[in-house]
């Protein structure tokens, strides 16, 4: 049974920072590829960051380039979103999820990902 559990959200100003983390377990993910999605009040989830857990490849939407890095720690089973320089658009329910055919290489539709953790809110306040 694969559990995603996130934590580290809370409540920024604009310009500050924060890490998201992600505890996976019940698999072995070494051929996954792990991503997280955002959810704002009243638009669909979208796509932030993914990472492949076997190479540590990278994939960013536009609107979070240069300001959020998603890692993984192998030893930890655990994912990371460092967010920084955040906006009040981020502001949002963030996800962590995972796609367990990494193979693939990196996909960025939520369609994909069958395994999703139950959120933690990020608040930006301007």
């Known amino acids: 049974q694969v559990q995603l559990v996130e934590s580290g959200g809370g409540l920024v100003q604009a310009g500050g920072s924060l890490r998201l983390s992600c505890a996976a377990s019940?698999?072995?993910?070494?051929?996954?590829?792990m991503g997280w999605f955002r959810q704002a009040p009243g638009k669909e989830r979208e796509f932030v960051a993914a990472i492949l857990w076997t190479n540590g490849r990278t994939g960013y939407a536009d609107s979070v380039k240069g300001r959020f890095t998603i890692s993984r720690d192998n030893a930890k089973n655990t994912v990371y979103l460092q967010m920084n320089a955040m906006k009040p658009e981020d502001t949002a329910v963030y996800y962590c999820?995972?796609?367990?055919?990494?193979?693939?290489?990196?996909?960025?539709?939520?369609?994909?990902?069958?395994?999703w953790g139950q959120g933690t809110r990020v608040t930006v306040s301007s």
């Open positions: 019940g698999r072995t993910f070494s051929s996954w590829a």
């Open positions: 999820a995972a796609d367990n055919r990494g193979d693939y290489g990196l996909r960025y539709a939520s369609s994909y990902y069958d395994y």
